[in-house]
């Protein structure tokens, strides 16, 4: 779809190669918008598809379409695979993320001027087949892993902004501590090794009953 993106009317979605996040292959677009002009069903994006970047730097990007992202519109620098329904999606798109897809990537891309792969070409790329009961399996296998790398990565964000919180605070304090020090008032001084001190056995207790559970 050749449309501009213009302010989001609140219903019809639009996803560039830009919206597809770089880690997860998630929609999340910054900010959220929707294509310009009639909106042709030929370019609605639907359950079981699989969106490709074909040109740019992004190139062999993929996004697998969640119903949960609602109506959406892929633009025109994205190729859209519409996955037969005796097929598995979630387990075809899996595959865009192996190192042989990677290499494949890189091999078919590797032209003269800016890097890119067309639609006959990723129609080309060599997917690996088994039986419709065992593709299901596969992918919901996959789908558990990558819930869980989610759950983990939310984790390890929200104790690294706990750190940064508390590294600041314990600065402060110690700054004043310092500042007390060098104005020669004593009762300042204490207070604020106190609250120092206090700062730290705060954390220390936290840690513990981390680690207790």
């Known amino acids: 779809m050749n449309a501009a993106a213009v302010k989001y009317d609140g219903k019809h979605k639009y996803i560039r190669i830009t919206d597809i996040d770089e880690e997860t292959s998630a929609f999340i677009p910054n900010p959220l918008s929707s294509p310009d002009g009639e909106f042709e069903q030929k370019y609605l994006v639907k359950e079981n598809d699989i969106l490709f970047a074909r040109t740019g730097a992004s190139v062999g990007k993929s996004y697998l379409y969640n119903p949960n992202d609602g109506e959406l519109y892929f633009a025109g620098f994205l190729i859209r695979a519409r996955i037969k329904p005796e097929y598995n999606g979630t387990f075809i798109y899996y595959q865009t993320k192996s190192k042989k897809y990677d290499r494949w990537v890189k091999l078919t891309s590797m ?58 605070e314990i600065l402060l304090s110690f700054l004043s501590l310092i500042e007390s020090a060098l104005s020669l008032n004593v009762f300042s001084f204490f207070n604020n090794l106190l609250k120092f001190m206090w700062t730290i056995f705060k954390e220390v207790k936290r840690l513990w009953s981390q680690k207790k559970t």
């Open 111 to 168: 032209r003269s001027g800016q890097p890119g792969i067309n639609s006959q070409e990723y129609s080309g790329y060599p997917i690996a087949i088994t039986g419709k009961v065992e593709q299901d399996k596969i992918a919901d296998f996959l789908q558990l892993i990558d819930n869980r790398i989610a759950v983990q990565n939310k984790i390890i964000k929200h104790r690294k902004s706990l750190i940064f919180s508390l590294v600041i």
